[in-house]
C-alpha cells in the first residue's frame, strides 16, 4: 500500500470519527482466554472461547467439535479462534445452525447512529481459514428492532490465511437501545439448515425473514474440517483500517466486564460476620455489564451468596466464633455475559 | 439453555435474597434477579410462556 494511499485511508477514519479505539469488537486478536484454551462441544448450546466469542449452537444431533485459543495466526498475531469438527452432522435438517458470534451492548453502539438520518456504514475486516473453501455469510442482527443484514464472503484457498473486508450498509430504520442490554449479533455463519437459506440473500437492512438470512452458506460441520479467525475488526464507515492492537491488560479488563474467573491457589478466607455466620467477599476487578451469575467452590462449607451486585460478591456460611474451621474459595467464576 | 427447577432463597434472617437457585444444563447456579443477567432474562421468559415455575423457598 502507498504511503499516499495510507493518508487517504487516515483520512477517512478520522472523518468516520475515530483514531483510537475504532474497534467495536472486543478481543478480536483472540489473546484472553480466561475460561481456558479449549472448550469441547457435544450437544446443541452456547460456548465461549476465547473471551467474548461464542458458538451458537442450534438442532444439532451428532456434531462434536472443539473451540479454542489456537497459536496458529497469521504474521502480527499471536492467536486465533479455532473452531474444529470431530464428529461431522451427517445430514444437516432444516433448523439446525452453527454460528460464531459476539453480542453488544446498546450502550457501545450508539456511534452508528442506527435508527436516524445519519446512520453509519460499518466495515468488518478479519483473517480467516479454513480447511473447507467456499461460500460464507456474515450477519449483523439487530435484536432490538428484528432487523439483519447479511453479506457473504469467500474463503478461496484451504488452510490458508485470508484477509477479508466487509461494508454494511446504513440502517436509517430502528435505534438500538441506549442500554447495557444486547442489541446486536456480529455472527460468523458456519453452517444453516434450509429454514436460513431457501430465500434470497439480504444485503440491505430489513425486518428479519428467516429464509433470506444465511443463502448461499457452505456446510462447514459436513466432514471434520476447521475454521480459525483472528484480527476481527468492526469499525464505522466503508474503509477497513489496520487491526487496532491493545495492551493485553486492555483487552482483558474489557472482557471482565463480561466474564472473570480465578483458579489461584490463594483466595479469599472467610471471616467473622456475626456469633454464628461467617463471610467472604470481594470485588469486581471492573464493574461488569449486570449482576453476575457466580460459580464458586470452596474449601468445605455450605455457602449462600448475600446481596451481590454488578459491582461485588458476597456469600455467608454457618459457622460459629468457635468453629475451628478455615474456610476459603478455591475457584470462582463470574458470568455477565449478554 | 436448559432450565429444570427454580427457587426463590431466603437468607439467614429469614428474608428473601436477590438471587434465586436454578438448575441450568445440569449444574446448580445462585441466579441474580437482575433482568440484564442473562440466565434471569431466560428463566423470566420461560416463566412468562407458562412453561417454568418459579418454587417458593424452602
Redesign the interface.
Known amino acids: 500500500m502507498s504511503k499516499a494511499r495510507q493518508l487517504a485511508d487516515l483520512g477517512n477514519v478520522y472523518d468516520d470519527g475515530a483514531l483510537s479505539n475504532r474497534n467495536l469488537i472486543i478481543n478480536g486478536a483472540m489473546q484472553v482466554a480466561q475460561r481456558g484454551t479449549s472448550t469441547s462441544i457435544t450437544a446443541a ?2 460456548y465461549f472461547s476465547p473471551d467474548r466469542f461464542e458458538a451458537g449452537i442450534t438442532a444439532t444431533d451428532q456434531l462434536a467439535a472443539t473451540l479454542s485459543q489456537s497459536t496458529t495466526s497469521p504474521d502480527g498475531f499471536a492467536n486465533s479462534l479455532k473452531f474444529e469438527v470431530t464428529t461431522a452432522e451427517t445430514t444437516l435438517d432444516a433448523d439446525e445452525i452453527v454460528t460464531i458470534r459476539q453480542k453488544f451492548e446498546g450502550q457501545d453502539l450508539q456511534r452508528i447512529a442506527k435508527g436516524t438520518s445519519s446512520a453509519e456504514q460499518v466495515t468488518a475486516s478479519f483473517w480467516v481459514r479454513s480447511s473447507n473453501t467456499g461460500t460464507y455469510i456474515l450477519e449483523l442482527y439487530d435484536s432490538d428492532n428484528t432487523r439483519q443484514v447479511s453479506k457473504s464472503y469467500t474463503v478461496n484457498s484451504a488452510n490458508t490465511w485470508e484477509y477479508k473486508t466487509i461494508t454494511f450498509p446504513s440502517d436509517a430504520t430502528g435505534a438500538f437501545d441506549n442500554d ?2 444486547l442489541s446486536m449479533f456480529f455472527m460468523f455463519w458456519l453452517a444453516a439448515g434450509s429454514n436460513y437459506t431457501s430465500g434470497t440473500l439480504n444485503t440491505s437492512w430489513a425486518s428479519a425473514t428467516t429464509a433470506n438470512r444465511v443463502v448461499g452458506q457452505t456446510n462447514l460441520i459436513a466432514s471434520t474440517n476447521d475454521f480459525y479467525l483472528t484480527g476481527v475488526q468492526l469499525e464505522i464507515g466503508d474503509t477497513s483500517t489496520p487491526f487496532e492492537h491493545e495492551p493485553y491488560s486492555v483487552t482483558l479488563q474489557k472482557c471482565q466486564r463480561y466474564y472473570y474467573s480465578n483458579t489461584s491457589t490463594s483466595q479469599f478466607y472467610a471471616t467473622q460476620y456475626v456469633d ?2 461467617k463471610f467472604v467477599q470481594w470485588g469486581h476487578p471492573v464493574r461488569m ?7 464458586v467452590t470452596y474449601f468445605t462449607g455450605s455457602f ?7 459491582q461485588h460478591f458476597k456469600a ?1 456460611v ?1 459457622s460459629s466464633y468457635t468453629d475451628g474451621t478455615t474456610y476459603y474459595t478455591t475457584s470462582y467464576a463470574m ?4 | ?1 436448559i432450565i429444570t427447577a427454580v427457587r426463590h ?1 431466603t ?2 434472617m429469614g428474608q428473601p ?3 434465586v437457585i436454578a438448575t441450568i ?1 445440569g ?1 446448580e ?4 434477579l ?1 433482568p ?4 434471569y432474562s431466560e428463566i423470566m421468559r420461560q416463566v412468562e410462556a407458562g412453561t417454568l415455575t418459579i418454587q417458593e423457598a424452602d
Open positions: 448450546g452456547s447495557n442490554n454464628t455466620y455489564r449486570a449482576t453476575p451469575t457466580p460459580t449462600s451468596p448475600y446481596q451481590i451486585d454488578d455467608y454457618a458470568d455477565a455475559e449478554l | 439453555m432463597t437468607d439467614f435474597t436477590n438471587t444444563d449444574e447456579l445462585f441466579v441474580p437482575d440484564s443477567n442473562r440466565h
